[in-house]
C-alpha cells in the first residue's frame, strides 16, 4: 500500500464606537511529468492542519465626527488594548472574536463636561491570502457589541450599548512556527447612542501564538556521557553509527510525498525502539528558480517530519534541512532524472560503542 502526505502550511478584534457631542447636535512554472506509476492505493493527506489561536494587541484610536462645532476642547483620540483568540479551518479561513478596551475620550461645552470609557466584544470571519514566504494579508468582516460608560456633567450618567458591524485589513508576519505579528486597521461604522454618531477608526500591532504547531527546526540531544568504574580496566572503545535511510518521491512542484508504507512503518518503529537521531533532507530538480527550489525543498523535509511525529517520533530527535536543487541523484534534463532528483530522504542515524579490537 502507498499513502500519500502532506505538509501544513502556514498564519482581529472589535472596536467600538462612541461620539461625544452637545445634547442638542447629532453627530505564485509549468512542466510535464511521466505518470505515477504506483497502483491506485493512494491516499491523500490534508494539505492544511487546522489550528486554535491566541493574541494581544494595542494601538490607536481616532473617532470621526466625535465632537459637534460648539465644543471648547475635544479629545478624540485614544490608546486601547485587548485580546483575541480564533480557529483557523483552511489556509484561507478562519473564524476570530476577541474584546478591546478603546481608552476615554472626552469633550467640553460652555454648559459642562462630557467622557466615556469604550469597550466591547466583536465576531468577525477572515479571509486571508499569502504574499510571500510567511507573510498573509487578510480580511475580516463581522459583527461587534459596544458598552459605553459615558458621564455628563449636565444629566445623569448613563451606559448605552449596541450592534455594529466592523471590518478590518491587516497584514500577518510568521516569525517562527507558533509565533506571528500582525499590523492591522479596523473600522467602525457609525455607531450611536441618543445623543450622536460617529465612526471609528483603530489601528493596532498585535502578537500571536498558535496551539498545535510543530517547531521546524529540532533540537539534537546531547548524548548521555559513559560511566566508567574504577574497579573494571577500562576497554578501549569506539563510537561508530548505524545508519538506515529511505527515500519518498514528490510530485513536480509538490510538497507532498508518496512512500511505501510498509517501508514507512518498519523505519519508524526501528526509531521509536532505538535512541538514535533522525535527519530529514529535502531535495528538488532544476525547473524554477533556485530560491523557489530551495523553500521547496525546506517544505517537501517539514513534511515527512510532520508525519514522523504524528506516528511518535518525538520532535527533538528530528532535523530538518534541504538541499534545494544542490544534490541531483540523476540527470536534470530528462523526465525521468528530474522525477528521481524530487526526493525526501529519512535518514536514522543510531549511535554504538565497538571494541576497538572487535572493529579491526
Not at 468582516?141 to 448605552?160: C, M, N
Not at 517537501?300 to 530538518?320: D, F, H, M, N
Request: charged share 20%; glycine share 10%.
Amino acid at each position: 500500500m502507498h499513502i500519500k502526505h502532506s505538509v501544513i502550511k502556514r498564519g482581529g478584534l472589535g472596536v467600538f464606537a462612541l461620539a461625544l457631542t452637545f445634547p442638542a447636535m447629532a453627530t505564485s512554472n509549468s512542466e510535464v511529468v511521466p505518470q505515477n506509476n504506483t497502483n491506485d492505493k493512494l491516499t491523500p493527506h490534508p494539505q492544511f492542519e487546522p489550528y486554535w489561536y491566541l493574541g494581544a494587541r494595542g494601538g490607536f484610536s481616532a473617532y470621526s465626527d466625535a465632537c459637534s462645532s460648539g465644543a471648547l476642547d475635544c479629545d478624540d483620540t485614544s490608546l486601547g488594548y485587548g485580546i483575541y483568540g480564533g480557529y483557523q479551518f483552511n489556509d484561507w479561513f478562519g473564524l476570530e472574536g476577541g474584546v478591546t478596551n478603546y481608552g476615554s475620550i472626552s469633550a467640553s461645552y460652555t454648559n459642562g463636561y462630557t467622557e466615556a470609557d469604550v469597550s466591547g466584544a466583536d465576531l468577525t470571519a477572515k479571509f486571508s491570502v499569502g504574499l510571500i514566504d510567511n507573510v498573509d494579508l487578510y480580511a475580516k468582516v463581522g459583527t461587534a457589541y459596544q458598552f459605553i460608560d459615558r458621564k455628563l456633567s449636565w444629566s445623569d450618567d448613563t451606559e448605552p450599548s449596541g450592534w455594529v458591524g466592523t471590518s478590518s485589513v491587516g497584514v500577518d508576519y510568521a516569525l517562527f512556527d507558533r509565533w506571528s505579528v500582525r499590523a492591522e486597521y479596523q473600522f467602525i461604522s457609525e455607531t450611536n447612542d441618543s445623543y450622536s454618531a460617529s465612526n471609528i477608526h483603530f489601528t493596532s500591532l498585535g502578537v500571536t501564538y498558535r496551539f498545535g504547531m510543530a517547531d521546524e527546526k529540532a533540537v539534537r540531544p546531547t548524548p548521555k556521557p559513559i560511566v566508567k568504574h574504577a574497579d573494571i580496566p577500562p576497554v578501549p572503545m569506539e563510537q561508530t553509527f548505524v545508519s538506515t535511510s529511505i527515500s519518498l518521491r514528490s510530485e513536480f512542484d509538490s510538497a507532498d510525498f508518496i512512500s511505501s508504507e510498509d517501508e514507512l512503518v518498519r523505519l519508524v518503529n526501528q526509531i521509536k525502539q532505538g535512541k538514535g537521531h533522525v535527519i530529514i533532507t529535502g531535495n528538488a530538480d532544476a525547473v524554477g528558480p533556485v530560491g523557489y527550489n530551495q523553500s521547496l525543498s525546506e517544505k517537501r523535509a517539514q513534511t515527512v517530519a510532520k508525519e514522523l511525529i504524528s506516528r511518535g517520533v518525538a520532535s527533538e530527535r528530528i532535523t530538518v534541512r534541504g538541499n534545494g536543487e544542490l544534490a541531483p541523484v540523476a540527470d536534470n534534463d530528462t523526465l525521468e532524472g528530474r522525477a528521481l532528483n524530487r526526493q525526501t530522504t529519512i535518514e536514522y542515524k543510531m549511535m554504538t560503542l565497538q571494541s576497538i579490537d572487535e572493529a579491526m
